[in-house]
């Protein structure tokens, strides 16, 4: 294919699906005898669409890119799903319906990265396409919540989904937090489950949503339609893709983790990466930060009123919050209440073992900051240790150190 056309394509599907990644300007050299994708290092991967290309794009990140052959969905995997799809499409794209084409490029990445053949494919791509209709219409009047399932193996169900989805009651047979219309991969009904949450906390989920996530293993693959138009796909009890705001986005999650860099205790850094899931989903935004211990005595500075800080109870909110979290460390408390405090206006900032030192902390920021509040800050608190944004259009960024870039993003 011709680099100029493929850059453009990975450009505007490819790079975005990754949160974090960028297209270097300059391709690599490649011969007939080199994989179409393939990792470079650590934070590169390259790729191309036919063997007899000379050269490869270079997609790169400053967070490393899971292993060839890590289990489940992985960068590589998507990236060589999303070679795929472009051989597939690639004679169409050089005709005039090549904007009609483009427009259902990214849910077919989705689909072959999710899917084991073509039929799974069809099914998947059916179903994401009844939620997306779903995503623009209204119930007596209500945006519509749903939930799909599939489950592997062979099925006797007689009523296909696209059969039901023509009635209107099938809009509200799944309420997309704790039931769902189950089918198996040909896409025949087999039935609803309603579902308990599962027993073992799930990190890589929003909260509200760990009963489909739990739901999700063993094969299966689980899509959720939420009250605001974003779909969510579900798969090894992890959210794997969302699409938000028009746009697809991969997740890969344990990566983060390590890319937070910090404290030491991964408990804590776990629990800062799953509020921020849960302030993102529920769209009230949010400003973290871990104050690493070389740091220790320099956040007053910083978080300037002492109304804000829990420990000297000066203020109504410093006494109600202060008896609200107690002595609990911050990965030791309830989940919905992380998402709440971390919810209140302004930062929470927290040590390096997790004890929460203040909430709705208003920072002194440096002059000249650009790019909004609630980004200075967060690149204020990384000079402390680690500075976590969540917009409240989704967006998770985080800094650590003095560095203005992000060390590592989420749906951005």
Request: some cysteine; charged content about 20%.
């Amino acid at each position: 294919m011709d680099e100029i056309q493929l850059r453009e394509i990975a450009d505007k599907f490819l790079r975005p699906l990754i949160s974090g990644s960028r297209l270097e300007p300059q391709s690599v050299v490649s011969n007939k005898g080199q994989a179409l994708v393939a990792l470079a290092d650590p934070c590169t991967i390259n790729f191309k669409t036919e063997k007899a290309d000379l050269y490869r794009l270079v997609l790169r990140r400053s967070q490393p890119f899971a292993k060839v052959g890590a289990a489940g969905v992985n960068e590589n995997k998507v990236v060589g799903s999303f070679v795929s799809v472009v051989q597939t499409m690639a004679k169409g794209l050089s005709s005039s319906y090549k904007a009609d084409i483009l427009a259902a490029f990214p849910r077919r990445v989705v689909a072959k990265a999710l899917c084991n053949g073509q039929q799974e494919e069809d099914t998947l791509l059916a179903a994401l396409d009844q939620l997306t209709a779903w995503a623009g219409q209204q119930y007596e009047g209500k945006p519509i919540p749903a939930a799909i399932g599939f489950v592997p193996g062979t099925t006797n169900g007689t009523v296909t989904l696209g059969d039901l989805c023509k009635e209107g009651f099938s809009a509200v047979l799944s309420n997309g937090f704790d039931t769902l219309l189950t089918c198996d991969f040909l896409g025949r009904v087999l039935g609803h489950e309603t579902l308990a949450p599962p027993p073992a906390a799930l990190h890589f989920s929003p909260y509200r949503l760990r009963s489909v996530a739990g739901w999700a293993k063993a094969g299966r693959i689980a899509l959720v339609l939420n009250r605001t138009g974003e779909i969510l796909v579900f798969q090894d009890e992890e959210l794997r893709f969302a699409r938000r705001g028009g746009q697809w986005h991969f997740l890969t999650h344990a990566p983060v983790i390590t890319q937070m860099g910090g404290p030491d205790n991964k408990d804590l850094r776990t629990a800062v990466y799953a509020t921020c899931l849960d302030a993102s989903f529920a769209r009230t935004g949010a400003c973290l930060g871990i104050v690493t211990s070389n740091h220790a005595n320099e956040w007053p500075a910083l978080a300037v009123s002492i109304g804000d800080h829990l420990g000297g109870a000066a203020s109504t909110k410093a006494k109600v919050l202060t008896a609200i979290v107690g002595t609990s460390k911050f990965q030791d408390l309830d989940r919905r209440l992380r998402q709440e405090l971390v919810a209140i206006d302004g930062a929470t900032l927290i040590d390096n073992v997790g004890r929460v030192l203040a909430v709705g902390a208003i920072l002194k920021i440096p002059g000249g900051s650009t790019g909004g509040g609630r980004l200075a800050a967060a690149k204020a608190l990384g000079s402390l240790g680690v500075g976590i944004k969540v917009s409240q259009d989704g967006g998770i960024s985080g800094f650590h150190n003095d560095d203005t870039e992000a060390k590592f993003t989420v749906m951005c």
